[in-house]
């Protein structure tokens, strides 16, 4: 917020992409360990306090899980300083009204008018998945091209 506070409403997982367009987003990331949620979290917080950011944003990393070592599996990819699409997972899990806390805290709100600044008290219940469909025609050489049609199942 302007006043200096930062928290985060904890991590959503949206490794399925196509064509740079999530296609799924579930919150909480089911496949990640407490130690890289703890590590994700605590980057983002340390990268928003170091520039003073002081509104609503998502903050992307990329994780290599393979390697076993935590630490080292973690690359900051882009910050979005805007709400995307996919907050709505967040807010499920949540409870908070994402899209009305991003205009109290640009009225002047702080966090804890807002009710957001402790995120032990949002621990996330249960999941929530977001899928995008797509349009699209699989050629014979396997092109993939934007189509329309009816969606019947």
């Known amino acids: 917020d302007i006043h200096g506070s930062v928290t985060h409403l904890w991590e959503r997982e949206c490794s399925t992409q196509r ?21 994700i979290i605590n980057a983002a917080i340390q990268l928003a306090k170091s520039v003073s950011y ?18 080292d599996a973690l690359a900051f990819i882009e910050g979005n300083a805007r709400l995307q699409v996919e907050h709505t997972v967040t807010e499920e899990v949540t409870g908070v009204d994402i899209v009305q806390s991003q205009i109290r805290l640009a009225e002047g709100s702080s966090l804890t008018e807002l009710g957001i600044d402790n ?4 621990i996330p219940r249960g999941y929530a998945i977001q899928a995008r469909i797509n349009g699209e025609t699989i050629a014979s050489n396997g092109q993939i091209r934007p189509s329309s049609g009816k969606l019947t199942t």
Do not use: C, W
């Open 54 to 71: 002081d509104h609503l944003g998502t903050l992307e990393f990329l994780v290599y899980a393979s390697t076993g070592q935590e630490l």
């Open 119 to 122: 995120p032990n008290k949002l």
């Open 19 to 39: 064509r740079y367009q999530k296609i799924l987003e579930i919150a909480p990331a089911p496949f990640l360990s407490q130690g890289m949620k703890t590590s």
